[in-house]
């Protein structure tokens, strides 16, 4: 396993085929391996297969304010996704993406009930914007997998 950081200060992973397998394997085998209220799934059984954090009461990025309504699969809470991480395989890098759910589920809500005066198009750039999250969600994912890294022993 290779860390390095990027340009703006990120760190970057670049792990083999087999490091990233062990990875899934040990998230697929417990999804509360961070054992903090942090949880993380692996589906594998996508065309990509990736790692999906989730967030909860106990743990959640600085600033957040939406519900906690998903349920966690194996898990007796409810969470909410933060993001999710994949691994490339030509190049080893790990890749992340913040998917924040439940800004587009408040963001809904809200247009749905007629609290937000916002017209289709900006309801729709709205959506997409939330979605994305902020510089506070990427910093806890991030910092969420590297927390894995280390309970994984990579």
Aim: with cysteine; proline share 5%.
């Amino acid at each position: 396993m290779e860390k390095t950081h990027s340009e703006d200060g990120e760190p970057t992973w670049n792990l083999s085929a087999d490091e990233w397998a062990a990875l899934t394997a040990r998230a697929q085998a417990q999804s509360d391996v961070l054992e903090d209220g942090a949880f993380v799934r692996a589906e594998v059984a996508l065309e990509v297969p990736c790692l999906v954090f989730y967030a909860t009461p106990l743990n959640k990025p600085d600033g957040w304010g939406y519900p906690f309504l998903e349920d966690i699969a194996n898990a007796r809470t409810r969470g909410a996704e933060i993001g999710r991480a994949w691994h490339e395989p030509d190049t080893g890098f790990v890749q992340f993406m913040v998917t924040l759910v439940a800004a587009a589920q408040e963001l809904a809500a809200d247009y749905e009930s007629g609290a937000s005066d916002l017209d289709w198009v900006t309801y729709e750039q709205a959506v997409a914007a939330a979605v994305q999250g902020t510089p506070a969600d990427a910093a806890w994912l991030r910092r969420e997998f590297a927390r894995l890294m280390r309970v994984a022993n990579l």
